[in-house]
C-alpha cells in the first residue's frame, strides 16, 4: 500500500542488478511512494544484469556511471538533473565489492591491490559522490542520502574479510560529510545497517547461509528482508526523518544488541550433545 511519501521528489539509486538487489526493491518502491528516478550501475554491471527491465517497470532511464571515476559521476549528476527536471531530492549507495572475496583470499593473505579496489568501490565511492555532488550543488535542500552498510563494520565476522574495512570507511565517510553537507545545504546523509540478505552480492560471502541462519536465530525479529530495508529507506528519503543525520541505522531485526538468543544456545547444546570435536 502506497503512502506517497516521495510524491514529486527526484532520486538516483545505484547498484540495482537485478530483482535480488535491494537497490531495485528501493526503486520500485521510491516509484510505488511517487518518486521520479534515474537508475545508474558501472557499464560491466548493466550488461551482466537486468536493469532496463526495471526502468520500464517504474518509467525511469538508466545512466552508466562508474562510481570510482568522478568524471563519470559529473555527467551522471548534471544528466539526472536534466531527465528529472530539477536537483536531486534523495539518492541510494548500494555499492559493494571485493576482489578478494570474489578470489577466495583469505584476511590474512589479502592481495593488496584487490584490497584497495575494495575500499574504492565499496567507500571511496560514497565520498566521491557527495564531494561532487555539492560542488555541482546537485542536491537540493533538506535531500537525503542512503547507504547500505553491515554489522561488520563495528564487530568481527568470518569470512566478510576486507569489506568490513570498506563498511568503517563508509560509515566515516557519513559523518564526516554528513556535518558539512548537513551544515551548509540541510543534506541529510546516513547508512544502514542491514541483517544478512540474498543478493547477488550477498552470495558471494563465504558461510553467508550459515551466517544468514544465525543471524536469523539470534534476532528476535528475524532476518530484515531486502523488501523491509526498502521500506525502511523509503522513509529516510521521506520528510518525516528531516532531522536524521550522520547516522548508522541497524535494520537488523534487533541483532545488533543481542548476545545470545534462546533459540541459538538450543542449536549450540545440540552440537554439544553430538560430541563434536571441541575446536568446532
Known amino acids: 500500500m502506497a503512502h506517497h511519501l516521495l510524491e514529486g521528489k527526484k532520486g538516483i539509486i545505484f547498484g540495482a542488478l537485478n530483482n535480488k538487489s535491494i537497490a531495485w526493491k528501493v526503486a520500485e518502491k521510491a516509484h510505488e511512494e511517487g518518486a521520479k528516478i534515474v537508475l545508474t550501475n558501472a557499464p560491466y554491471a548493466l550488461r551482466l544484469g537486468e536493469i532496463d527491465t526495471l526502468a520500464q517497470q517504474t518509467g525511469s532511464r538508466v545512466v552508466a556511471a562508474d562510481a570510482t571515476k568522478v568524471e563519470d559521476l559529473e555527467l551522471l549528476l ?94 566515516s565517510i557519513t559523518r564526516s560529510f554528513g556535518y558539512i553537507y548537513g551544515r551548509s545545504k540541510k543534506v541529510r546523509i546516513n547508512t544502514v545497517s542491514q541483517s544478512p540478505t540474498f543478493t547477488t552480492a550477498g552470495g558471494g560471502v563465504r558461510g553467508f547461509d550459515g551466517l544468514y541462519d544465525y543471524s536469523n536465530r539470534m534476532s528476535p525479529l528475524g532476518n530484515a528482508s531486502a523488501e523491509e530495508c526498502a521500506d525502511y529507506c523509503i522513509t529516510l528519503f521521506s520528510d518525516l526523518t528531516r532531522k536524521v543525520t550522520m547516522q548508522n541505522l541497524f535494520h537488523d531485526g534487533g541483532f545488533s544488541s543481542m548476545g ?21
Not at 578478494?100 to 579496489?117: A, G, I, M, P, T
Not at 533538506?142 to 563498511?167: H, P, W
Request: hydrophobic letters at 40%; charged letters at 25%; a negative charge.
Open 260 to 280: 545470545m538468543s534462546e533459540r541459538v544456545m538450543g542449536f549450540y547444546n545440540k552440537c554439544l550433545d553430538n560430541n563434536l570435536p571441541e575446536e568446532w
Open 78 to 171: 548534471k544528466e539526472a538533473q536534466e531527465i528529472l527536471g530539477g536537483k536531486i531530492d534523495f539518492i541510494l549507495h548500494s555499492i559493494g565489492m571485493s576482489p578478494n572475496v570474489r578470489k577466495k583470499r583469505s584476511y590474512d593473505d589479502l592481495d593488496y591491490h584487490y584490497f584497495q579496489q575494495t575500499l574504492d568501490i565499496s567507500a571511496l565511492s560514497f565520498h566521491k559522490l557527495l564531494q561532487t555532488a555539492k560542488k555541482l550543488d546537485a542536491i537540493a535542500d533538506y535531500g537525503s542520502v542512503v547507504a547500505l552498510s553491515y554489522i561488520a563494520a563495528q564487530r568481527t565476522f568470518y569470512g566478510y574479510n576486507d569489506m568490513a574495512e570498506a563498511k568503517s570507511l563508509l560509515e
